[in-house]
C-alpha cells in the first residue's frame, strides 16, 4: 500500500508483514525511504532513515574581540560580605 505525496512515495506495511520481512523493509528505508507501520489499518509507528547528529564545531572570537584581547569581564561588585562564608551558611542550612 502505497500514499502518494508531492515529494514522496510513502510505504505502509501492517506489522505481521513487518516481522515477516524486516530485513527487507530495513533496506528500504536505508535506500532514504519512510516506511510507516499499521496495526490493523491504523498507523501506528514511522519508521524513518536514521540521520547521524552533527558535530560541534567550536570557532574562534569574532576579528572585533580578537584585536582587543578578547571579552574583558566586568570589575568587581564593590562589597564587604565574603561570598564564600554565604555559600558555606547556605548549605549548611539545607542539611
Same mark, same amino acid.
Not at 17 to 28: C, W
Not at 65 to 88: M, Q
Given at each position: 500500500?502505497?500514499? !502518494? ?10 506489522? @505481521?508483514? &513487518?516481522?515477516? %520481512? ?9 535506500? !532514504? %525511504? #519512510? ?7 491504523? $498507523?501506528? @509507528?514511522? #519508521? ?11 570557532? +574562534? *572570537? ?6 582587543? !584581547? +578578547? #571579552?574583558?569581564?566586568? *570589575? $568587581?561588585? $564593590?562589597?564587604? &560580605?565574603?561570598? &564564600?562564608? &554565604? ?9
Amino acid at each position: 500500500m502505497t500514499i !502518494g505525496d508531492y515529494y514522496m512515495t510513502m510505504k505502509s506495511v501492517k506489522i @505481521a508483514d &513487518l516481522k515477516a %520481512h524486516l530485513s527487507e523493509h530495513l533496506r528500504y528505508v536505508r535506500r !532514504g %525511504h #519512510v516506511l510507516t507501520i499499521l496495526d490493523r489499518d491504523t $498507523p501506528v @509507528a514511522r #519508521v524513518i532513515p536514521y540521520e547521524a547528529p552533527e558535530t560541534l564545531t567550536v570557532r +574562534g *572570537p569574532a576579528r572585533r574581540y580578537a584585536k582587543l !584581547g +578578547g #571579552v574583558r569581564l566586568p *570589575p $568587581p561588585l $564593590p562589597t564587604e &560580605l565574603d561570598v &564564600l562564608e &554565604l555559600l558555606a551558611e547556605e548549605r549548611q542550612s539545607e542539611r
